[in-house]
């Protein structure tokens, strides 16, 4: 399953909050610290306490272009990370 976050603030102008939480049986996503989505099938307790790197994606697809995907739409763009941080929690 799949979550959509809307926001009345522009996602470009504003610094926002991505957060996720794994525990042993679940991955929950939130935006600007609301829960937007949680998971907990497939692999994820058995992957839970393993190492893990973190990637960061600028990625275009999905439901970007409405369905209609053309790659001159397609313009330059940029993500800015301020940090990441890890916590462990035991």
Not at 16 to 25: D, F, K, P, T
Not at 40 to 60: C, D, E, H, Y
Request: net charge positive; with cysteine; proline share 2%.
């Amino acid at each position: 399953a799949s979550a959509t976050v809307t926001s009345g603030l522009s996602l470009q102008s504003y610094c926002h909050i991505y957060e996720l939480q794994w525990e042993q049986n679940t991955l929950s996503t939130f935006f600007d610290g609301i829960l937007v989505n949680t998971k907990s099938a497939g692999t994820i307790p058995s992957m839970f306490g393993k190492k893990q790197r973190i990637t960061l994606n600028l990625a275009v697809g999905g439901d970007f272009f409405g369905g209609n995907f053309r790659k001159s739409q397609i313009v330059p763009g940029t993500l800015w990370v301020d940090w990441v941080k890890v916590f462990i929690k035991k």
